[in-house]
T-cell receptor, first 114, second 112 residues
Framework: EPEVTQTPSHQVTQMGQEVILRCVPI?????FYWYRQILGQKVEFLVS????????KSEIFDDQFSVERPDGSNFTLKIRSTKLEDSAMYFC????????????FGDGTRLSIL | AQSVTQPDIHITVSEGASLELRCNYS??????LFWYVQSPGQGLQLLLK??????LVQGIKGFEAEFKRSQSSFNLRKPSVHWSDAAEYFC??????????FGAGTRLTVKP
């Protein structure tokens, strides 16, 4: 069964540094998503992406965040100047359509900000 | 905006006992409803989904869920729990848009 893959599995970064989290969605999917899960808390929606542009974003997704689909297979989340509170698990997901298709999740990248 | 409530933060059941995890949603119309399971250090795995039609849906690993419009609920059930079912369970709702909203999760502990 096709999977969403995320790299790296764990990223440790100094506060203030830029970090890029990478995802390879399922190849025939058209909708891509990023979610965040702070340790012990619920999964929070960050952003959805379709047709090479952001379709929806949450209040968490401020100017420090950006997403990009640089080629036909990768989907990245960039945090420009990391803060301690950005430490979390970041999950990428993809789906074939919006709403009525389940989103398939990767195993996540654990981001630790020092 | 849609929202999801999982009233139980932590549930402990004995192996072989039945299980019901509660989920209530808030949305003006019928949303798309999902249950995901997360094992420690792992991603989210889809257990089952409801879009329309039969209100009792079957999922993987012997789980089922029932959509009750009158109660705005989508509770997850399993008749006999196995030790490997210990995990965090998330109910989620998507209202036709692109964002999925998750509940806070219910942590399931299984006693031998």
């Amino acid at each position: 069964e096709p999977e969403v893959t995320q790299t790296p599995s764990h990223q440790v970064t100094q506060m203030g540094q830029e970090v890029i989290l990478r995802c390879v969605p399922i190849s025939n999917h058209l909708y891509f998503y990023w979610y965040r899960q702070i340790l012990g808390q619920k999964v929070e929606f960050l952003v959805s992406f379709y047709n090479n542009e952001i379709s929806e974003k949450s209040e968490i997704f401020d100017d420090q965040f950006s997403v990009e689909r640089p080629d036909g297979s990768n989907f990245t989340l960039k945090i420009r100047s990391t803060k301690l509170e950005d430490s979390a698990m970041y999950f990428c997901a993809s789906s074939g359509a919006a709403g009525n298709q389940p989103q398939h999740f990767g195993d996540g990248t654990r981001l630790s900000i020092l | 905006a849609q929202s999801v409530t999982q009233p139980d933060i932590h549930i402990t059941v004995s192996e072989g006992a039945s299980l019901e995890l509660r989920c209530n949603y808030s949305y003006g119309a019928t949303p798309y409803l999902f249950w995901y399971v997360q094992s420690p250090g792992q991603g989210l795995q889809l257990l089952l989904k409801y879009f329309s039609g039969d209100t009792l849906v079957q999922g993987i690993k012997g789980f089922e869920a029932e959509f009750k419009r009158s109660q705005s609920s989508f509770n997850l059930r399993k008749p006999s729990v196995h030790w490997s079912d210990a995990a965090e369970y998330f109910c989620a709702v998507a209202a036709g848009g692109n964002d999925m909203r998750f509940g806070a999760g219910t942590r399931l502990t299984v006693k031998p």
